[in-house]
DNA sequence: GCCCAGGGGGCTC
DNA sequence: GAGCCCCATGGG
C-alpha cells in the first residue's frame, strides 16, 4: 500500500509539479475560502473573495460585526450564500467564543482536541475541517475529497464503498507525517481530476496510468 | 438547456 | 447507517 500511495504520488507530481496550495494569503482567508468552496468550483469562490476583500471583511472580527444579509450578498457568487453566510458567521462566533478570536490560540490547540471541537461548529464538516487544520493550522492531517475517492478506486487502491474516515487513515498510516507533503498530495489529486479524470464515470483505462 | 463543482445538514426508513 | 433532498451560482 506504501508503495502505491508513493507511486501516485511520483506520478502526478512529475506531470504536474509542486501546486503550492492553498491560494490565499492568509490563514483567515483559507477558512474563508475552505468554508466558500463547498461544493463550489474555486472560479466562484475567487469571486466571492474578491468581494470580502474590497469589502475589508477578511478578518475575524469584522466579519464578526457584519450582518449576516449583507454578507450573504457579498458572497453571491460563490453560491449556497444564505447557508454559507450562515456558516461563516458560525466558525467566527465559535473563534470568539472559543479563542477571544485569536486564530493564533486556535491554532496552538492540540491538534485533535481542535478537530473535535470544528467539527463541533455546524456547517463544518471533516474536509472542511481537514481543510483549514492542513492548509491554515499546517498540521500534518490528509485532506479527502470526492477526487481522492474517485482516483483511488479507478486505480484499483481501494474499493469504492470505502469512507473518509478509512481513506484518511489509509493515507496517514502509510505516509510520512509531514504537512507540505500531504498538502502537495491533496492539491496534485484535485488537480489531476480536474484535468483528466473529470467527466469519466467509471473508467478503469483513465488516461492517469500512463504517467504512472 | 444540462451537468457539475475542492460539502454539509436534516430527514426518513 | 444508508439513501434521499435541499441549498444556488457560473462555466463548459
Not at 475552505?34 to 466571492?48: D, F, G, H, S
Not at 449556497?80 to 478570536?101: D, H, M, P, Q, T
Not at 507540505?180 to 473529470?198: N, P, Q, T, W
Amino acid at each position: 500500500m506504501r508503495k502505491k500511495l508513493y507511486r501516485l504520488y511520483r506520478g502526478i507530481y512529475k506531470s504536474f509539479g509542486p501546486q503550492h496550495w492553498w491560494p490565499a494569503r492568509t490563514r483567515f482567508e483559507i477558512i474563508v475560502g475552505a468554508i466558500l468552496t463547498q461544493n463550489t468550483a474555486w472560479t466562484n469562490v475567487e469571486k466571492a473573495i474578491a468581494n470580502l476583500a474590497k469589502a475589508k471583511l477578511l478578518a475575524p472580527r469584522s466579519l464578526k460585526d457584519i450582518k449576516k444579509k449583507r454578507l450573504a450578498c457579498l458572497i453571491k457568487p460563490s453560491g449556497y450564500y444564505n447557508i454559507k453566510a450562515e456558516r461563516l458567521k458560525s466558525f467566527v462566533n465559535f473563534l470568539y467564543k472559543r479563542y477571544g478570536g485569536s486564530l493564533k490560540k486556535m491554532f496552538s490547540q492540540d491538534v485533535q482536541n481542535l478537530r473535535e471541537e470544528l467539527l463541533g461548529v455546524k456547517g463544518l464538516g471533516k474536509e472542511t475541517v481537514d481543510s483549514i487544520l492542513l492548509y491554515a493550522g499546517k498540521r500534518p492531517i490528509f485532506v479527502v475529497d470526492a477526487y481522492t475517492k474517485r482516483i483511488l478506486s479507478r486505480h484499483n487502491i481501494i474499493s469504492d464503498d470505502k469512507d473518509y474516515d478509512s481513506i484518511q487513515r489509509l493515507f496517514m498510516d502509510n505516509l510520512p507525517s509531514d504537512q507540505s507533503l500531504f498538502g502537495e498530495y491533496h492539491a496534485l489529486l484535485v488537480r489531476l481530476a480536474k484535468d483528466i479524470c473529470k467527466k469519466i464515470p467509471k473508467c478503469n483505462l483513465c488516461p492517469v496510468k500512463k504517467i504512472l
